[in-house]
């Protein structure tokens, strides 16, 4: 399964994006999430959402960040308002797969996003 992450780029503080993640395959996905990184530190999570559509995000975005599937179960979204220069980071598009009794995650290629006036 290949991810594909799009909709990074440059806005102002306060200003919003949208990223887009797309499965290369219409498979059953437990759980779809965006996770962050910037350079020297951990990547960490942002958002996440499961096939319930039960979704989980830290302090840090919520209120600002809301994560949806699309109706093609394999898309997930990532609404983000209110930028902060703070969330500045390369963000990334997890898949975690159902793998008999276990699962596996597919990680997409970063999409950088840059809050800066």
């Known amino acids: 399964v290949q991810l594909q992450a799009s909709g990074g780029g440059l806005v102002q503080p306060g200003g919003s994006l949208r990223l887009s993640c797309v499965a290369s395959e219409n498979i059953f996905i437990s759980v779809m999430a965006w996770y962050r990184q910037t350079p020297g530190k951990q990547r960490e999570l942002v958002a996440g959402?499961?096939?319930?559509?039960?979704?989980n995000y830290p302090d840090s975005v919520k209120g600002r960040f809301t994560i949806s599937r699309g109706s093609a179960k394999n898309m997930v979204y990532l609404q983000m308002n209110n930028l902060k220069p703070e969330d500045t980071a390369a963000y990334y598009c997890?898949?975690?797969?159902?793998?008999?009794?276990?699962?596996?995650?597919?990680w997409g290629r970063g999409t950088q996003v840059t809050v800066s006036s």
């Open positions: 997890k898949a975690r797969v159902p793998l008999d009794a276990d699962y596996y995650d597919f």
């Open positions: 959402i499961t096939a319930g559509n039960i979704t």
